[in-house]
């Protein structure tokens, strides 16, 4: 299993460009989200998705678009690069679990992303 | 709001040496604590989680409710040890709230 992929490893935009982060999760996971990280910040939520056609908010999603039509695939837009957008994102996938329980989440090797 | 704070970025310490890596958390109900574990050039993995009770690599972390901690420790700190570790609080369905993380550094 290749467990949790995503792709590009870097990327460097321009401020305004658009693009597309890709993640994918071979493990049949119902859970997927998306974190970025930031110096000092620590990981903070972007999107998430309970599954194939469901998405939700995280703290941040100011800027992100999320998508989820298949339960393997769960990429992130970025609409109008801004250069606050300048960070590492990591994308995480687990079997989901009731309302006060919690299965162990698989993170991807993350996008090193640069907005100039 | 639900909050963790890890009040050190770096911890430094020799090898063999006692380890704690402090985590406080703010979240009213009953809360189900992790620590994430990065090394270098690895992807971040969970290290523990409370209600395990378990020891995993030779790191325990024990919930103090009164105090609202949930601290990382090991007796003897190994030089493989050395990586950033990320306290975590759960917040419904799946949702973490991390904190900003420690690098523990293990000196020979």
């Known amino acids: 299993n290749a467990g949790v992929t995503q792709t590009p490893k870097f990327q460097v935009l321009k401020t305004g460009q658009s693009m597309t982060l890709q993640c994918a999760q071979d493990?049949?996971?119902?859970?997927m989200s998306w974190y970025r990280q930031d110096p000092g910040m620590g990981l903070r939520l972007i999107h998430y998705?309970?599954?194939?056609?469901?998405?939700d908010q995280g703290e941040v999603p100011n800027g992100y678009n999320v998508s989820r039509s298949t339960t393997e695939d769960f990429p992130l837009r970025l609409l109008s690069a801004a250069p606050s957008q300048t960070s590492v994102y990591f994308c995480?996938?687990?079997?989901?679990?009731?309302?006060?329980?919690?299965?162990?989440?698989?993170f991807g090797p993350g996008t090193r992303l640069t907005v100039l | 709001a639900q909050r963790v704070t890890q009040p050190e970025k770096l911890l430094s310490v020799f090898k063999g040496a006692p380890v704690e890596l402090k985590c406080n958390y703010s979240?009213?109900?009953?809360?189900?604590l992790f620590w994430y574990v990065q090394y270098s050039r690895q992807r971040l993995q969970l290290l523990l989680r409370?209600?395990s009770r378990e020891s995993i690599k030779g790191f325990t972390a024990d919930l103090n409710k009164g105090e609202t901690s949930f601290h990382l420790k090991k007796p003897f700190a190994q030089e493989e040890d050395s990586a950033m570790y990320y306290c975590?609080?759960?917040?419904?369905?799946?949702?973490?709230?991390f904190g900003t993380g420690t690098r523990l550094l293990v000196s020979p």
């Open positions: 493990m049949n996971h119902e859970y």
């Open positions: 995480a996938s687990s079997y989901s679990a009731g309302q006060g329980t919690y299965n162990e989440q698989f």
């Open positions: 975590a609080l759960g917040r419904g369905f799946q949702k973490l709230v």
């Open positions: 998705s309970v599954g194939a056609g469901i998405t």
């Open positions: 979240y009213s109900g009953s809360p189900e």
């Open positions: 409370h209600i």
